[in-house]
């Protein structure tokens, strides 16, 4: 069975900081690793995906598979990156993505 | 293109009754996904749908709930008796293709059951 966890509900931080997303993964095969997010009153979208190995809106994401971990990090956010962020995992034969909790990002000014 | 639409965005049932969730994909998409979201949880996996095919149930409920991709006209997601438990966001996403393409989600049906 694959299991996505984000340990942290809730994340604050001040503009100009660093923040890091965690997300931590179980599953027995290869997968891919997504991170979708959601601003206020708009719909999900994806951000960026492991594969791709680019960087987002300033965010990258490096997959570790000997610590099953594929945290979202960014070196100084902004106010406009406060949104709902969900990690996803998808195994390399299927279709159906598996979703952590999500972790609410909430940039100070 | 509009990308994927639902409809209604909120829906109220009381107990007991019906709810039908539609889905329209994007524009040349052919394949669908509906997924939950119960209250402060993350999005579960619920079916995957191609036109006139479910591909992979396996995440729905084995009573009361189902779903069609008809060869015309949109996804439908069917919950009969609801119960209270069923409140939840629906959320449908849908994919030009299986496997690695991008799904697109729409905004969901927020479904409160009375």
């Known amino acids: 069975a694959q299991r996505v966890t984000q340990p942290e509900k809730l994340l604050s931080v001040f503009k100009g900081a660093p923040v890091e997303l965690k997300c931590n993964y179980s599953?027995?095969?290869?997968?891919?690793l997504f991170w979708y997010v959601q601003y206020s009153r708009q719909r999900l979208q994806l951000l960026l995906r492991?594969?791709s190995r680019e960087s987002i809106k300033g965010f990258t994401a490096d997959l570790n598979k000997g610590e099953t971990s594929f945290h979202l990090k960014k070196p100084f956010a902004q106010e406009e990156d406060s949104a709902m962020y969900y990690c996803?995992?998808?195994?390399?034969?299927?279709?159906?993505?598996?979703f952590g909790e999500g972790t609410q990002l909430t940039v100070n000014p | 293109n509009a990308g994927v639409m639902q409809n209604p965005r909120h829906l109220v049932r009381r107990r007991g009754q019906e709810a039908r969730l539609r889905c329209s994909p994007m524009?040349?998409?052919?394949?669908v996904y509906w997924y939950r979201q119960l209250p402060e949880e993350g999005l579960k996996f619920m079916v995957y749908?191609?036109?006139?095919?479910?591909?992979?149930e396996s995440g729905m409920p084995k009573e009361r709930f189902s779903a069609e991709f008809p060869k015309e006209g949109p996804s439908i997601l069917r919950i009969q008796q609801v119960v209270r438990g069923d409140s939840a966001a629906y959320f449908c996403?849908?994919?030009?293709?299986?496997?690695?393409?991008?799904?697109?989600f729409g905004p969901g049906t927020r479904l409160t059951v009375l």
């Open positions: 996403a849908s994919s030009r293709a299986g496997g690695d393409n991008e799904q697109f």
């Open positions: 599953y027995s095969g290869s997968p891919e």
């Open positions: 492991h594969i």
């Open positions: 996803a995992l998808r195994p390399t034969s299927g279709s159906r993505l598996t």
């Open positions: 524009k040349g998409h052919s394949h």
């Open positions: 749908l191609q036109k006139e095919n479910i591909i992979d």
